[in-house]
């Protein structure tokens, strides 16, 4: 009975992990470059249960709890027309710089100009070159390349070539599995596990991805892990019945 308990509580705290999961990305559908959050389970099989190994003692398998993880798939592109909206094509992320002067990487591009001309995130983090240095833009109308080169007009008349005054930070990540989430839309993962993007990334002006949550599938999963939760309770409720049973009546004189 004990190990009823057991198993059916850790399948409803996986279900109620699930469901806040769920939730947290139901909230951010509309978030710009927001990457939704996933959660693995791992089987328990009798073997690793058993004490001593011994198989027979445990005769059944049961899911465990197991990763939290990033979902890298790319979101919908929007057009805005806004031209301090970018969004990347292929696997390509942009450099920011976190409060603690850290390095971290965002899909979402849609950046803002401070009144010192920094360029920054929604968040208020710097966007980095791909020195890793604070940009800085003058006034003037400005223009980007799919390889990241930004460029100013500062007469606005267009008598004037545009002077190209910084290049966007773009890097690529090698190993996904070692990347966390930072601020919302902020990815973290060591520098040395980054590299400058390479031609199958582009950067596009005036285009924003949206969140990669698709919200159809979500509420069809919240549906599917309140009724897992719901049903788990209802199995540690009969367990927990059947408990108070055994104390009431075992050792109790019949006659």
């Given at each position: 009975?004990?190990?009823?308990f057991f198993v059916s509580g850790v399948a409803g705290t996986m279900a109620q992990q699930k469901l806040d999961t769920i939730t947290h990305n139901l909230a951010n559908v509309n978030t710009a470059g927001y990457r939704a959050d996933r959660v693995s389970f791992t089987?328990?099989?009798?073997?690793?249960?058993?004490?001593?190994?011994?198989?027979?003692?445990?005769?059944?398998?049961?899911?465990?709890?197991?990763?939290?993880?990033?979902?890298?798939?790319?979101?919908?592109?929007?057009?805005?027309?806004?031209?301090?909206?970018?969004?990347?094509?292929?696997?390509?992320?942009?450099?920011?710089?976190?409060?603690?002067?850290?390095?971290?990487?965002?899909?979402?591009?849609?950046?803002?100009?401070?009144?010192?001309?920094?360029?920054?995130?929604?968040?208020?983090?710097?966007?980095?070159?791909?020195?890793?240095?604070?940009?800085?833009?003058?006034?003037?109308?400005?223009?980007?390349?799919?390889?990241?080169?930004?460029?100013?007009?500062?007469?606005?008349?267009?008598?004037?070539?545009?002077?190209?005054?910084?290049?966007?930070?773009?890097?690529?990540?090698?190993?996904?599995?070692?990347?966390?989430?930072?601020?919302?839309?902020?990815?973290?993962?060591?520098?040395?596990?980054?590299?400058?993007?390479?031609?199958?990334?582009?950067?596009?002006?005036?285009?924003?991805?949206?969140?990669?949550?698709?919200?159809?599938?979500?509420?069809?999963?919240?549906?599917?892990?309140?009724?897992?939760?719901?049903?788990?309770?209802?199995?540690?409720?009969?367990?927990?019945?059947?408990?108070?049973?055994?104390?009431?009546?075992?050792?109790?004189?019949?006659?």
């Open positions: 009975m004990q190990r009823g089987t328990i099989f009798s073997s690793q249960a058993a004490a001593g190994g011994d198989v027979g003692q445990v005769p059944a398998a049961y899911l465990s709890m197991g990763e939290q993880y990033i979902d890298v798939n790319e979101g919908i592109m929007k057009r805005t027309d806004n031209e301090l909206d970018f969004s990347i094509r292929g696997p390509g992320y942009f450099r920011v710089m976190q409060e603690d002067g850290n390095e971290a990487y965002t899909r979402a591009g849609n950046f803002r100009l401070d009144a010192d001309g920094n360029l920054l995130t929604q968040g208020g983090l710097p966007v980095l070159d791909t020195s890793g240095l604070p940009i800085v833009l003058t006034s003037g109308a400005i223009s980007v390349t799919q390889e990241g080169a930004i460029y100013i007009d500062n007469d606005g008349n267009g008598d004037a070539a545009p002077e190209a005054v910084a290049e966007l930070g773009v890097v690529t990540i090698k190993d996904l599995t070692q990347i966390r989430k930072g601020d919302l839309t902020v990815i973290e993962t060591a520098k040395e596990n980054t590299l400058p993007a390479d031609a199958g990334v582009s950067v596009h002006q005036g285009a924003l991805e949206g969140s990669n949550v698709n919200s159809v599938l979500a509420m069809t999963e919240m549906v599917a892990a309140m009724r897992s939760y719901q049903s788990m309770m209802k199995v540690v409720e009969q367990y927990n019945q059947l408990a108070g049973q055994v104390s009431d009546r075992v050792g109790m004189v019949q006659g």
